[in-house]
Structures are given as structure tokens and as C-alpha cells.
């Protein structure tokens, strides 16, 4: 089993950036694919950006490609998302969330995910 815990988010005005992080217990976290999802007021959860087991593989939504770079590192059990030049539209509610993916596979779907973190609030203004 797999506990994730964001950090990081907060008030930034358009055009800033944040640095979130994603701090996971168990020592098989490397055998899990990490996602970045968000989800805004009356909206669905949406995919942002995965990166595979190993760290070799990294996908992102067309809405943050570009401006957002995850990261991950094994030996200390964190994940990261960088977002620079941030939009109004991509103030939510983050989430990282662990997947037991095949090697180099970064699913997508919210619900192919199987441990979740409680979120961390990104706001930005314009």
C-alpha cells in the first residue's frame, strides 16, 4: 500500500510559478507510475501529467505541456510538478496519484489509479 501527500500549492498571480511535491511512504513506490491530476470548481477531474516507474517516460495534457515538468525521484520517494507560467484556468485542486503500470506506462484515466493524496489547493490570479 501506498500513502501520497501533496504540498507546495498556494496564491500565485498569472505568469508565476509553483513547485509541488508529492511524498509517498512504502518501499515499493518504484514500482508505481505516478499522475498529476487537478480538478476546478464544477468541473472533472482532469489528467495533467504522469511520469513511469522509473522516471524514463513522462506525458502531459495538451492544456500544460510545455509549461509544466514532472520529476520524480526513487531513493527518496517523491514526485514532483514544476508549473511555470501559470494561467487563472489552472487554478484547482491538485492531486498525485499512484498507478500499478507496466514498465513506460502512463495512464491517464483517474480511475486506473489506486491510491490517491488529499490534495493541495493552487490558486492563481490575474
Known amino acids: 500500500q501506498v500513502q501520497l501527500v501533496e504540498s507546495g500549492g498556494g496564491l500565485v498571480q498569472a505568469g508565476g510559478s509553483l513547485s509541488l511535491s508529492c511524498a509517498a511512504s512504502?518501499?515499493?513506490?518504484?514500482?508505481?507510475?505516478v499522475g498529476w491530476f487537478r480538478q476546478a470548481p464544477r468541473k472533472e477531474r482532469e489528467f495533467v501529467a504522469g511520469i513511469s516507474r522509473s522516471g524514463g517516460s513522462t506525458y502531459y495534457s495538451d492544456s500544460v505541456k510545455g509549461r509544466f515538468t514532472v520529476s520524480r525521484d526513487n531513493a527518496k520517494n517523491m514526485v514532483y510538478l514544476q508549473m511555470n507560467s501559470l494561467k487563472p484556468e489552472d487554478t484547482a485542486v491538485y492531486y498525485c496519484?499512484?498507478?500499478?503500470?507496466?514498465?513506460?506506462?502512463?495512464?491517464?484515466?483517474?480511475?486506473?489509479?489506486?491510491?490517491w493524496g488529499q490534495g493541495t489547493q493552487v490558486t492563481v490570479s490575474s
Open positions: 496519484a499512484a498507478d500499478v503500470a507496466p514498465h513506460f506506462t502512463i495512464r491517464t484515466m483517474s480511475n486506473e489509479y489506486d491510491y
Open positions: 512504502g518501499r515499493t513506490f518504484r514500482n508505481y507510475a
